[in-house]
């Protein structure tokens, strides 16, 4: 679709309210080269500059979703792991809709195998659905490397038990996507598996019908919870909250419902012009708007 | 039902049975949503219950066809004063709507019997034990009508797998999650069936921990909620302290 930058190793798409944002290496099962690394953030940042765009879904092409870094590339192109070094140790990473912080909602929609780093997008996805043959391992352990930022990411996430069995069980054993349901990893398991881009389209579309605004602040709220105690994430979610009064969305939700219409939502701005929130000031006189 | 001497309460009912507090939402006619009277109530009520040497457990519930749907915006719309007070609270930080706001002592059981929406999730969030009867469901339409959700949805995260409640703030009105989800979750630990059952299986379940020694109860909830605080070895080593402290409480 036009608009969008030209990649190789991604497809980008809008359709209706929905960009898509699709692996595009089958033959490699989507591993992620030093390339196709690099085409994330501008993916991610493309999506998320496209007013039209309000949610975005993640998914893959072929048999795989995502199965990490291009273990052959590393082995054999004379650069390796070296190449993530840096980055790595700044922790600087761009690849995921987490690392870049894109606050549209984004749907991973996982239609095959998910490995290792494969685990970066589910973990760092807001909502993940998945076909009903897909499966999850982590097979670092197995051939020598450390699973550490997926994992972490899991775990703040779901039961801990279920992510440590799958960091030290390595490629010996899948996780199904039934199990993933029952997990709470994913909610929603798309049976038969060809259907699975329709039902993260549909899903798509009915979240995009709530407001970008309010979405934003509320998933910023979200995430930053995971990064401190429960009452300093209360109160730094009511920072968000409060920073939504006067929005002009405030009077316009109620309005709709009221006249039995959908919505006409302020568009979405892009996340990396979105102003951090303040403290109120005591004796703020900010208050909700009042249908 | 007797105990605690009848203050009018206009938007509640509390009620002692046995060992059992109820603080029940009593606005059937609107989903049981808050409105000036009761938030003001709520605060009256957790503490009249928490310092009630009769009650031993509290239960949460409501009356009708909805446990709780969150603020009702008309209402505080003509109360201005009280959508003032409300919003300085929201701001600060300094809500008073629940038994985690209120600093309860005592365990709390959320036994939802149909609909919670929106603010209503505060109830469950900040439960101890939470059941659900098995036409109850929930939902968060924060973004629906152009607000962000945040405390709610942040206190379920503490609590649960992120991604059904993070799905739950995004979609918004669009989608229920239904009680057998929210059980399989662990999200509530019991759906009860048929509904009518409801509120005989939380006097049931409160009574049966109403039977454990009161400075125990109190010393292992607030230990769990202290942990929701901080890192895993400084809760670890809060909890040690606490125990210790506990029981020399009990051989003094």
């Not at chain 2, 509390?14 to 059992?20: I, M, S």
């Not at chain 2, 939802?112 to 339409?141: E, K, R, W």
Request: proline share 7%.
């Amino acid at each position: 679709m036009s608009g969008y930058p030209n990649l190789t190793c991604l497809r980008l798409e809008r359709r209706g309210p929905v960009g898509w944002l699709i692996n595009n290496r089958p033959e490699r099962l989507n591993a992620m080269s030093a390339r196709m690394r690099d085409e994330f953030e501008i993916a991610w940042k493309a999506l998320d500059a496209d007013p039209a765009v309000r949610v975005i879904v993640h998914t893959g092409e072929g048999r795989a979703f995502q199965t990490g870094v291009d273990v052959t590339e590393i082995a054999t192109d004379g650069v390796g792991m070296e190449r993530y070094r840096d980055s790595l140790e700044r922790f600087d990473l761009r690849f995921t809709a987490w690392h870049n912080r894109i606050w549209k909602p984004v749907i991973a929609a996982v239609n095959g195998v998910c490995a290792g780093g494969g685990f970066h997008f589910v973990a760092d996805a807001d909502v993940v659905i998945a076909a009903s043959d897909a499966e999850f391992f982590d097979p670092h352990t197995s051939i020598g490397q450390v699973v550490a930022i997926e994992a972490i990411g899991l775990l703040r996430k779901m039961p801990a038990e279920a992510v440590m069995r799958m960091a030290l069980v390595g490629r010996h054993e899948r996780l199904s996507a039934v199990r993933a349901y029952e997990l709470g990893m994913v909610s929603e398991v798309i049976d038969p598996p060809e259907r699975l881009r329709d039902a993260a389209q549909e899903l798509g579309e009915r979240i995009a019908r709530n407001s970008p605004a309010a979405m934003a602040a509320t998933k910023r709220a979200l995430w930053q919870a995971f990064e401190v105690g429960l009452t300093e994430a209360c109160r730094l979610g009511a920072r968000e909250l409060v920073a939504m009064w006067g929005h002009p969305d405030q009077l316009e939700g109620p309005r709709a419902f009221a006249e039995k219409r959908e919505p006409r939502w302020a568009d979405p701005v892009p996340s990396d012009t979105a102003e951090p929130p303040q403290p109120a000031a005591p004796g703020d006189p900010a208050e909700p708007p009042v249908p | 039902m007797s105990g605690v001497a009848p203050p009018a309460y206009a938007t509640l009912r509390v009620e002692r049975r046995g060992p059992v507090g109820w603080l029940v939402f009593a606005r059937p006619e609107a989903a049981n949503a808050m409105n000036a009277t009761m938030l003001d109530e709520l605060e009256v009520a957790w503490r009249r219950l928490d310092t009630d040497p009769a009650v031993r457990v509290i239960v949460n519930t409501g009356d009708g066809r909805a446990f709780q749907t969150g603020l009702d915006l008309h209402q505080l719309s003509r109360d201005r004063a009280a959508l003032r007070e409300q919003a300085r609270r929201t701001a600060a930080a300094e809500l008073r709507i629940t038994a985690w706001h209120n600093r309860v002592t005592k365990p709390v059981i959320a036994a939802v019997n149909g609909i919670c929406a929106g603010g209503g999730l505060h109830f469950v969030a900040d439960a101890d034990v939470v059941i659900a009867a098995s036409d109850a469901a929930f939902c968060d339409p924060h973004v629906s009508v152009g607000q962000a959700g945040a405390y709610e949805p942040i206190g379920l995260l503490a609590k649960m797998a992120a991604e059904p409640v993070m799905r739950m703030a995004l979609v918004g009105r669009h989608e229920r999650l239904p009680a057998r989800r929210a059980l399989q979750l662990g999200m509530v630990s019991e759906v009860v069936d048929p509904p009518e059952r409801l509120r005989d299986r939380a006097q049931e379940l409160a009574e049966t921990i109403a039977a454990r020694p009161p400075e125990l109860l109190r010393a292992a909830k607030r230990m769990v909620w202290a942990a929701l605080e901080t890192g895993r070895t400084r809760a670890v080593r809060q909890a040690g302290i606490a125990t210790v402290g506990a029981a020399e409480g009990e051989d003094g």
